[in-house]
């Protein structure tokens, strides 16, 4: 039996329409002003080689990725460790999964964000006002046999191709972690600790062409509320990151993934290390896939910042909470750039 639905899938909507309908179109001074973005391919956003990162050297990559969480939270790395055909079979997973007929895919749609493997559309259509030019399916990753027969099975190779890519992606968020933690001074295994059983949630981001690109988001300026996040993108821009108060897109560097700090890194670090805004925009020629691994805590973890980060100059920023917490008042205030962490400061309000 189909299940009852309150929106169509985008990807069903476009194929029938040549404009933008009203319910994408975002409020004249809410759109993405095309023109005024800085484009220079990677504009400064950090590469950093992961080569040397279990080596003699491994003291500089720590450097290179403490700087880079510091001043950007946004990062490119190199050499990660994944190999390259497992990159391409998740890809390509992807795609065949989003071109697969809807009566098929709507077999996953759930506009509940408490499911764990759901296929939805823009970000919240329970709350939102405007939705966004953006399918996507969310998928549990960690552990992995407690989600993987709930995952989608069709194509045929999704649950063994995603499932081995979820692997190595875990495996090298739990390398980043462990380089974070010693760039701030802290034992190497401080952030892993700090993060209960861990949760691992992936999206696999669908965006399709866009007649009217300059009226509506694929999505709308937002920080992760996880504590990192690898994203896995295919050659089409779209990811634009906010610096010095303006956007910069960060394009696509073949072999190369990017890195971003969350608001539960931010926490952790007591403020050291920023969650960054960042964006997504669609363009009118081509379809774009995009795949965050969002690493979380778990969510009976309590997130506290780390005593050692805190002194006179550094007071402590956060009141402790729970990462179940933290995540429910993420998906109920919607994406907006007012940052739900401040809600978490000492005598911060839930309001
Ligand atoms: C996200 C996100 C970026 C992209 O899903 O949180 O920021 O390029 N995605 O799709
Ligand atoms: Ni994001």
């Known amino acids: 039996m189909a299940p009852a639905i309150s929106k169509p899938l985008l990807t069903d909507l476009v194929a029938q329409i040549g404009k933008v309908p009203s319910s994408h179109i975002r409020p004249v001074g809410d759109r993405p002003d095309l023109a005024n973005v800085d484009n220079e391919s990677g504009a400064g956003i950090p590469l950093i080689d992961l080569k040397k990162l279990n080596g003699p ?3 500089k990559v720590v450097e290179a990725i403490g700087k880079a969480c510091e001043s950007d939270g946004f990062f490119m790395v190199t050499n990660h460790g994944i190999p390259a055909a497992v990159v391409e079979g998740m890809l390509r997973v992807a795609r065949e999964f989003f071109h697969l007929p809807e009566s098929e895919r709507l077999k996953c749609y759930s506009d509940d964000p ?3 493997i ?6 919240n259509v329970r709350t939102e006002k405007v939705s966004n030019w953006r399918d996507f399916l969310r998928l549990h990753c960690y552990p992995l046999q407690s989600f993987v027969d709930q995952w989608p099975s069709n194509p045929p190779s999704f649950r063994q191709v995603v499932g081995t890519y979820a692997t190595e992606a875990r495996a090298l ?4 972690l462990e380089a974070i933690s010693e760039s701030l001074g802290l034992e190497r295994s401080h952030m892993v600790a700090a993060m209960g059983r861990h949760a691992q949630h992936m999206a696999v981001n669908y965006y399709p062409p866009c007649p009217q690109p300059e009226l509506t988001y694929g999505l709308p300026g937002h920080k992760d509320p996880n504590a990192i ?3 896995l993108q295919d050659g089409v821009s779209g990811l634009q990151v906010q610096r010095g108060g303006r956007w910069v897109a960060v394009n696509p560097v073949p072999n190369a993934l990017v890195i ?6 931010q926490a952790l670090s007591n403020d050291r290390y920023k969650s960054v805004l960042h964006r997504v925009i669609v363009n009118s020629e081509s379809e774009r896939i995009s795949v965050p691994t969002f690493y979380c805590p778990s969510p009976d973890a309590v997130i506290a910042p780390a005593d050692a980060l805190v002194d006179d100059g550094h007071p402590l920023a956060y009141r402790p909470f729970t990462y179940q917490e933290y995540y429910d008042a993420f998906w109920n205030m919607g994406l907006q750039s007012a940052s739900c ?3 978490f400061r000492p005598g911060g309000s839930l309001e």
């Open 260 to 265: 971003n700090i969350g608001d539960q890194m």
């Open 229 to 231: 996040t690898l994203l």
């Open 114 to 116: 408490n499911k764990a």
């Open 173 to 176: 968020a739990l390398r980043l």
């Open 341 to 343: 962490l401040d809600r």
């Open 57 to 59: 050297e491994r003291r």
């Open 118 to 123: 759901r296929l939805s559309t823009s970000f």
